[in-house]
């Protein structure tokens, strides 16, 4: 497909445990985007990611998020040791990078995460 | 910090009356985007002003950016059931490529 995709769509997890996030974004787009969307609420951006740069994680709340990305591909979001306050949609987005004025995000379907 | 906040934040019209939101943003904006989130999905891309005192519209959604490129409104026309959702808008921070959403107006539209 030519959009950006996420998986799992939805992850149940019980507290304590660490979950990893996927992200694939569109072919040939440099950036990346993770945002944490509580239900209800607005976008948190939590890290970004652009080409070989190194990565803004200045919205990670705690060290128990990280993510990483390989080149210009595919992206995880991992979160250790959960707690019930990480429960929420993780939304991936990519742009295609390399201009200030194309700041368009195509976002993905998101992965729903319930920590129990 | 950098803010970009938005009013008010949640609607409720009825079907064919006018709705618009507000978006005011600390520092003036290189360009605005606005988003719609319908219930349940993820947020798709509106529309990007660039230019100061710019007016786009698509259909009976109307958009503008302010004169000092720091503030944007979002209106429509006749509202329909269709409309419903969550819309945000957003910049990018300023000397970065961090893009910050605001908060969002959610609309909800009885028929």
């Known amino acids: 497909g030519a959009g950006v995709s996420q998986s799992p769509s939805n992850k149940v997890t019980e507290k304590g445990k660490d979950v990893e996030l996927r992200c694939d974004p569109i072919?040939?787009?440099?950036?990346l985007y993770w945002y944490r969307q509580r239900l209800g609420q607005g976008l948190e951006f939590l890290i970004y990611?652009?080409?070989?740069?190194?990565?803004?994680k200045s919205g990670l709340p705690s060290d128990r998020f990280s993510a990483e990305r390989t080149g210009e591909s595919v992206s995880t979001l991992t979160i250790q040791r959960t707690q019930q306050e990480d429960s929420a949609v993780y939304l991936c987005?990519?742009?295609?990078?390399?201009?200030?004025?194309?700041?368009?995000?195509?976002f993905g379907p998101g992965t729903r995460l319930t920590v129990l | 910090g950098q803010q970009v906040m938005q009013i008010p934040q949640y609607q409720h019209v009825q079907e064919g009356e006018d709705f618009t939101t507000y978006c005011n943003s600390s520092?003036?904006?290189?360009?605005i985007q606005w988003y719609k989130q319908r219930p349940g999905g993820h947020p798709v891309f509106l529309i990007q002003?660039?230019?100061?005192?710019e007016v786009k519209k698509q259909k009976r959604l109307t958009f503008q950016f302010g004169e000092a490129k720091k503030n944007s409104s979002l209106h429509i026309t006749a509202t329909q059931t269709t409309d419903v959702g969550t819309y945000f808008c957003?910049?990018?921070?300023?000397?970065?490529?961090?893009?910050?959403f605001g908060a969002g107006t959610r609309l909800f539209v009885k028929a």
């Open positions: 987005a990519s742009n295609p990078g390399g201009s200030r004025l194309t700041d368009t995000q195509y």
């Open positions: 002003l660039v230019k100061s005192g």
């Open positions: 957003a910049g990018p921070r300023t000397g970065g490529f961090k893009t910050i």
């Open positions: 990611f652009q080409g070989n740069s190194a990565p803004d």
């Open positions: 072919s040939g787009h440099t950036a």
């Open positions: 520092t003036t904006l290189s360009n």
